[in-house]
T-cell receptor, first 117, second 111 residues
Framework: GAVVSQHPSRVICKSGTSVKIECRSLDFQATTMFWYRQFPKQSLMLMATSNEGSKATYEQGVEKDKFLINHASLTLSTLTVTSAHPEDSSFYIC?????????????FGPGTRLLVL | AQSVTQLDSHVSVSEGTPVLLRCNYSSSYSPSLFWYVQHPNKGLQLLLKYTSAATLVKGINGFEAEFKKSETSFHLTKPSAHMSDAAEYFCVVSPGNQFYFGTGTSLTVIP
């Protein structure tokens, strides 16, 4: 149980294009999902908290107009990197909390490797 | 304020010997504590968690961790390392709604 998937696992795009990454909780419902960014050999940096049916909460320094988050259902959140540039190349990881659990455990997706040329 | 310190950025052990990955935390509240493992180019897998029940927590793959409030520590141990344990390990503190990550410890297992 508690499986989170991400799609795509890897994407290469040209500078200036937009890329959408999907995060799905496969066997549980998640009112809250989180989007992280991880640079090589570094820890995870929280970008935003995605709440079903409401606007995402962005961390300081994260551009909400560049990283669009939509949490349309209890099992799906999407992150769209708009007008991507090479500096946006990174490993993006989502996580989700199980609606049924009172505790704070986050279940992580396998990550999406984005390379912007 | 919340913070997590993983005292070693890199640990090397021989296969079959014990593993100790150290983690100290700072929290204004009684936190939940987690250890996650990340293999190369993969997401994070939950190893174990402490949520104010037993202070000695057993996780998957033979790992365990002990919550010591007096020392504000939550060190991860395993009696005998396997080659498959080579990965990045993250200690996480959660006082409530948000995760605070340590900087990670890279574990190398020498055959």
């Amino acid at each position: 149980g508690a499986v989170v998937s991400q799609h795509p696992s890897r994407v290469i795009c040209k500078s200036g294009t937009s890329v959408k990454i999907e995060c799905r909780s496969l066997d549980f419902q998640a009112t809250t999902m989180f989007w992280y960014r991880q640079f090589p050999k570094q820890s995870l940096m929280l970008m935003a908290t995605s709440n079903e049916g409401s606007k995402a909460t962005y961390e300081q320094g994260v551009e909400k107009d560049k990283f669009l988050i939509n949490h349309a259902s209890l099992t799906l959140s999407t992150l769209t990197v708009t007008s991507a540039h090479p500096e946006d190349s990174s490993f993006y990881i989502c996580s989700a909390r199980d609606l049924r659990q009172a505790e704070e455990t986050q279940y992580f997706g396998p990550g999406t490797r984005l390379l912007v040329l | 304020a919340q913070s997590v310190t993983q005292l070693d950025s890199h640990v090397s052990v021989s296969e079959g010997t014990p593993v100790l990955l150290r983690c100290n935390y700072s929290s204004s509240y009684s936190p939940s504590l987690f250890w996650y493992v990340q293999h190369p180019n993969k997401g994070l897998q939950l190893l174990l968690k402490y949520t104010s029940a037993a202070t000695l927590v057993k996780g998957i793959n033979g790992f365990e961790a002990e919550f010591k409030k007096s020392e504000t520590s939550f060190h991860l141990t395993k009696p005998s390392a396997h080659m498959s344990d080579a990965a990045e390990y993250f200690c996480v503190v959660s006082p409530g709604n948000q995760f605070y990550f340590g900087t990670g410890t890279s574990l190398t297992v020498i055959p």
